[in-house]
T-cell receptor
Framework: SQQGEEDPQALSIQEGENATMNCSYK?????LQWYRQNSGRGLVHLIL?????REKHSGRLRVTLDTSKKSSSLLITASRAADTASYFC?????????FGAGTRLTVKP | DTAVSQTPKYLVTQMGNDKSIKCEQN?????MYWYKQDSKKFLKIMFS???????INETVPNRFSPKSPDKAHLNLHINSLELGDSAVYFC?????????FGSGTQLSVL
């Protein structure tokens, strides 16, 4: 069964704007990760946030985690056309890693 | 050097046929996975192997059989292919708490 659910399903913005994607999940987790998938390619790991962390940064990426609400958000600042891709959250429990259906981000030049 | 490689990239076949997808990783990881991504982009875990031993076997038809000859390889064999098997199949290996994905095999069953 799927674990995370991303919201929105699709997002279209102009270059330079910020993009925010959300992920909600249902069960307890050890950590939560975000991945990116370019069209026709495999997923690539972006960032990991542990269950005892609330916020993490990596370059233009900012991830938050609220375990009380079972939700996470991914913020991409100063977006570029090259950020166009699908973004997935993955929840990690004791035995496996489960993904949502992703948010399709389009950044228009 | 590709870290996780899977072949073939595209697979077009008729219903009822048997086919295999191969996966190899050169990262030295102990755990490997097979995921299925459907047309709506849902990515669903199918199998997980740790050092050649099956540790996760989701509710997948027994027409799907993973084979791990050694910890660097996890192949997926599918018997009696059905139309609903059409999807993109991804192999991945796990290291340092992250997954490293292959580029996918697009399976089309006609």
């Amino acid at each position: 069964s799927q674990q995370g659910e991303e919201d929105p399903q699709a997002l279209s913005i102009q270059e330079g704007e910020n993009a925010t994607m959300n992920c909600s999940y249902k069960t307890s987790i050890n950590n939560l990760q975000w991945y990116r998938q370019n069209s026709g390619r495999g997923l690539v790991h972006l960032i990991l946030i542990r269950s005892n962390e609330r916020e993490k940064h990596s370059g233009r990426l900012r991830v938050t985690l609220d375990t009380s609400k079972k939700s996470s958000s991914l913020l991409i600042t100063a977006s570029r056309a090259a950020d166009t891709a699908s973004y997935f959250c993955a929840t990690v429990g004791d035995n496996d890693m489960r993904f949502g259906a992703g948010t399709r981000l389009t950044v228009k030049p | 050097d590709t870290a996780v490689s899977q072949t073939p990239k595209y697979l077009v076949t008729q219903m009822g046929n048997d086919k295999s997808i191969k996966c190899e990783q050169n990262l030295g990881h102990d755990t490997m996975y097979w995921y299925k991504q459907d047309s709506k982009k849902f990515l669903k875990i199918m199998f997980s192997y740790n050092n050649k031993e099956l540790i996760i076997n989701e509710t997948v038809p027994n027409r799907f059989s993973p084979k791990s000859p050694d910890k660097a390889h996890l192949n997926l064999h599918i018997n009696s292919l059905e139309l609903g098997d059409s999807a993109v199949y991804f192999c991945a290996s796990e290291g340092n708490e992250k997954l490293f994905f292959g580029s996918g095999t697009q399976l089309s069953v006609l």
